[in-house]
C-alpha cells in the first residue's frame, strides 16, 4: 500500500519561501504523475502544480507561476515544492498527490497535509 508524506510547512512572512517535500513509499513513484494541491479554509481544494513522471514537464496554476517550482527525485521517490514570493492568499494546506498505474491498476494516493500560512 502506497503512502505519501508531506513536510515542510510552517508560518512565514509575505515575500518569504518555503519548500514542502513529499516523501512516496510503497509505490513505484517513476509511474505517477506528482501534484501538489491547497486548500484554504471554507475553499474548494486546487491545483497548484504538477510533474509528469519521467520527462519532467510541469503545469502550473496561473496564481503560482514564476513563484513556486515543482520538481522530483524518482530515484528517492521525492517530490518537492519550492514557494517563493509568498503572499497570504497563499496560506492553506497543502497536499501531494500522486496519481499512476502498477499494471493496469490506477492508484491515487494523497498525503496528509502541511499547513503554510503567510502572515506578517
Known amino acids: 500500500q502506497g503512502q505519501l508524506v508531506e513536510s515542510g510547512g510552517d508560518l512565514v512572512q509575505p515575500g518569504g519561501s518555503l519548500r514542502l517535500s513529499c516523501a512516496a513509499s510503497?509505490?513505484?513513484?517513476?509511474?505517477?504523475?506528482m501534484s501538489w494541491y491547497h486548500q484554504a479554509p471554507e475553499k474548494e481544494r486546487e491545483l497548484v502544480a504538477s510533474i509528469a513522471p519521467t520527462d519532467g514537464s510541469t503545469n502550473y496554476a496561473d496564481s503560482v507561476k514564476a513563484r513556486f517550482t515543482i520538481a522530483r527525485d524518482n530515484a528517492k521517490s521525492t517530490g518537492w515544492l519550492q514557494m517563493n514570493s509568498l503572499k497570504p492568499e497563499d496560506t492553506a494546506v497543502y497536499y501531494c498527490r500522486a496519481v499512476g498505474y502498477e499494471g493496469f491498476m490506477r492508484h491515487e494516493y494523497w498525503g496528509q497535509g502541511t499547513q503554510v500560512t503567510v502572515s506578517s
Open positions: 510503497g509505490l513505484t513513484f517513476s509511474r505517477y504523475v
